[in-house]
C-alpha cells in the first residue's frame, strides 16, 4: 500500500502545485489578484482524480479485486495528504522565497478595492485584512490555512471514490 499511495500521492501532489505555482505567477505579476477560482477547482480535481485510480490501482493489484470501505478510505486519505502536503511545500516555498510580500501587496489591494464601501464595511475589511496579514507572518498559520485550501477538496473525492470502488467479495460471472 505504501508505494501505491506513495506513486498517486507524488503524481497528485505535482499537478496540484503545478496549478498552484501557474495561479500565484498569473495573480502577482498582473496585479490584479484575480485568480480563476474556476480553474483552480478544475485542477484540484483532476489532481485528486489519481485518488480514484490509486485506490482502484491498489483493489485490482494488491488485493485481488476487493475493498472495504474503510481500507479505500484510508487509501485514498493518504494519497490526499501527500498530494496536500506537496502542495503546502511548494506553496511554502513559493511564498518565503519568490512572494514573501505577498500578503501586504494583496491587503493594499483589497483595501483599495473596497473604498466604496461604506464606512463600518471598510473598517472591517481593514481589520479582516490586516488579521490575515498577521496570520501569515507565522509560517504554522500559512501551513494550516493552506491545508484548509486543498485537503477539504481531496477528502471530498476520497469519501466519494470509496463509496464507488468499494467491493467486498468477488461477484461470479454468469456466461
Given at each position: ?58 483493489r485490482?493489484?494488491?488485493n ?60 472591517k ?23 484548509m ?27
Open positions: 500500500m505504501k508505494k501505491n499511495t506513495l506513486v498517486f500521492g507524488l503524481i497528485s501532489g505535482l499537478i496540484a502545485s503545478s496549478m498552484l505555482i501557474a495561479n500565484a505567477i498569473k495573480c502577482y505579476q498582473d496585479k490584479d489578484f484575480e485568480g480563476n477560482m474556476i480553474l483552480g477547482f478544475t485542477i484540484m480535481i483532476i489532481a485528486f482524480a489519481f485518488i480514484f485510480v490509486g485506490i482502484k490501482n491498489y485490482d493489484q494488491f485481488n479485486g476487493l475493498i472495504s470501505f474503510w481500507k479505500a478510505f484510508k487509501v485514498g486519505l493518504f494519497i490526499a495528504f501527500i498530494a496536500s502536503s506537496i502542495y503546502v511545500v511548494v506553496c511554502l516555498i513559493a511564498y518565503y522565497a519568490f512572494i514573501p510580500d505577498f500578503m501586504e501587496k494583496y491587503t493594499a489591494h483589497e483595501i483599495a478595492a473596497a473604498k466604496n464601501l461604506p464606512a463600518v464595511e471598510l473598517q475589511k481593514v481589520a479582516d485584512m490586516n488579521f490575515y496579514t498577521e496570520m501569515y507572518k507565522n509560517p504554522i498559520y500559512v501551513v494550516l490555512l493552506t491545508y485550501e486543498i485537503l477539504p477538496v481531496g477528502l471530498i473525492i476520497t469519501l466519494l471514490s470509496a463509496l464507488i470502488l468499494k467491493k467486498k467479495e468477488k461477484q461470479v460471472e454468469v456466461a
